[in-house]
Nanobody
Framework: VQLQACGGGLVQAGGSLRLSCAASGGTLIRNAMGWFRQAPGMEKESIAAISWSGGTTHYIDSVKGRFTISRDKAENTLTLQMNSLEPEDTAVYYC??????WGLGDLPMKADYWGQGTEVTVSS
């Protein structure tokens, strides 16, 4: 399975971006999925995840209330809506999926499938 992420860009603080991730070459409808990010000079961190069913979501505290993760199982896509962006959100964002099925999307997520990163820059 390949994951393809898109939607990054440059935005001013307080603005919004919507990241999308499409799966191809297979289906991940029975797998938890999520988003990671890696800021310059920092380790990659697991920031949001959604259960295989889409019924449960988890977020780290710094994005809770601002970011929303969702999935469309019919389209085999994953989305991260990012609102009220802050300069601290500047990072390369990666979509990912667990290899095991029926996951609940707990954080930090154990990812086995990775998309290429999409860069998000938030200017102050």
């Amino acid at each position: 399975v390949q994951l393809q992420a898109c939607g990054g860009g440059l935005v001013q603080a307080g603005g919004s971006l919507r990241l999308s991730c499409a799966a191809s070459g297979g289906t991940l409808i029975r797998n938890a999925m999520g988003w990671f990010r890696q800021a310059p000079g920092m380790e990659k961190e697991s920031i949001a995840a959604i259960s295989w069913s889409g019924g449960t979501t988890h977020y780290i505290d710094s994005v809770k209330g601002r970011f929303t993760i969702s999935r469309d199982k019919a389209e085999n896509t994953l989305t991260l809506q990012m609102n009220s962006l802050e300069p601290e959100d500047t990072a390369v964002y990666y979509c990912a999926a667990e290899g095991t099925e029926w996951g609940l999307g707990d954080l930090p997520m154990k990812a086995d499938y990775w998309g290429q990163g999409t860069e998000v820059t938030v200017s102050s």
